[in-house]
C-alpha cells in the first residue's frame, strides 16, 4: 500500500513528484489514490461473504492471494479466509462447534478478511500483467470522494509476513500491533490488565476488568454468579493474520438450573475485541422468578472521564464529578440503539455495541456506576469502586431459546476529536461500500 505518515499528508503532491521520478511509483497509481481514509475507517476489518465473490465459491482458498498496489507493483497484504460454524459465528478448527458446510472450502456464509488500510489506489494494465498468476477479481471501495482497492490473484503463492494478532493459550495474553489484554488461562472470562499503545505510554493498566453476572430469583432465595465462577475452557484457537478466533467451552448453572449449551467465540483484531456469549435457556428455568444477565467494563482510575450512550444526552456523564455533566440515570439505551462510548482523554476512547442473536428480543438497560455511588465490594474486581463501570444489563429473557449476548468493543486514539462520535458509529455500523468486478 502506498502509506505517507499523518505528519506529512499535507505534502502529498511533492512526494508524488518525487516518488514518480525516481520510478518507485506508477504514474496511473498516484492518480488513483484519491482521498484519506478516516480515522475510523483506517482500524477496520473489512468482512467479505463467500456469497459476494461468485468467482471463489465451491474452491479451497490455499490458492489464493489477496493483493494490493504498493510501490510500483502489486503486493501481498495480510488476509485470512474463514469457515462459518454451526452458531452462525467464525469456524474455529480443532473447537466443540462443527464447521458449517465443508471445511477449507469457500461457500456462501464463509468470510474472506483484511484490513482496510492496507488496501491501494487502482492497479493500471500494467501492474496488472506483471503480477503472477491470474487477477479473477477486482475489490472497490468507494466512499465520499475516497477510493481504495484490492485484488483477488488466483495462483498465486505471496503472503504477507505482517500478522496484526495472537492469542497466547499458555500465558493468556491477547497481543495485537495496537493492544494487550491479559485474561486468565484458565478461565478466559476473567480480563485483568489492558494496554494501549498510546495511553500513558503503554504503561497504565486501561481495565480494572470484565464482568459477567448471572442473577436469579427462586421465591425468596436470590443468587448471584459471576465470570470468575462460571467453570470454562478454551477448547481452540486459530491465529490468524488479521484477526484471532477463540472457542470458548462453559457450563452455567444457578439455583440448580443448569443454563446448558454454554460457550463463547471470541473474535481479536487489531483494534477490536468482539466477545459474544451463546447459552440454552432451557424451559425448566421458568422455575426462576426473575433471571438477569449482566456484561460490562470496569475501568482503572479514570475519574472524570465523560461517558455516553446513544439514548442519553449529548452531555456526557463525567465519572465521579456531580459539578457538571448529565445525571447518570440518564445514560439509555435500547436493543436498536444500544452503543456505549467513554472517551479517556489520553489517546484511548473505546465504543461498545450489544449484540445479540437475531429474533432474541429481551429489554436493554444501561449500566453506569462511578464513585459517587459510595458502593460497597462489588465482585470481581481487583480495585476497589467504580472509576467508572459501564455496559449493559438484559432483562425479559424468554426460556427455551438458544440467546446469545455480548459486547463488541472498539478501541482507537480518539474516536471523539477526531471523527466525532456519531460520525464514528456511523462509520462503524456500515462498512465502507463494496463493488466486485470480475477480471
Known sequence: MLYFPKKIKNCFCGLVVILLATGSVTAQAAANLIGDLSETREMQVMIIKGAKLPSLLGKTSDNYSIMAVS?????AIPFQF?????????????GTL???GQE?????KDELVFMLRDTGPQADKALKAAVEGKIISELAFKENGVERYVYVVEGNAQRSDKSYTHYDMKTGLIKTSKYSQQVDPDNLL?????YYEGYHGGKKTILDTMKLRVKAKLGFIKATINNNLIPNEVSAVKNGPVRSLIALDASISILGVGLADAGASVTVTDQTLQFPVYLTIPRAAAILSD????????????DGVPSRSEL???EPVYAGDKTKGANPEDMKVDLEHGWLSLSSGEKWDIIAFFSGKEGFKPTLDAIYKDSRFDEKADTPERFEGSHPHLGYKINDIVYGQEIVIGIDLYYDDAFWEKDGLESAVEQLRNPMPMTVTAQ
Open 71 to 75: 510501490g510500483d507493483a502489486l503486493v
Open 82 to 94: 474463514d469457515d462459518w460454524n454451526e452458531r452462525g459465528f467464525p469456524f474455529v478448527p480443532g
Open 98 to 100: 462443527k464447521v458449517d
Open 104 to 108: 477449507g472450502i469457500f461457500e456462501d
Open 190 to 194: 476473567s480480563w485483568s490488565d489492558m
Open 291 to 302: 433471571l438477569v444477565l449482566e456484561v460490562s467494563l470496569d475501568f482503572h482510575d479514570m
Open 312 to 314: 442519553g444526552p449529548k
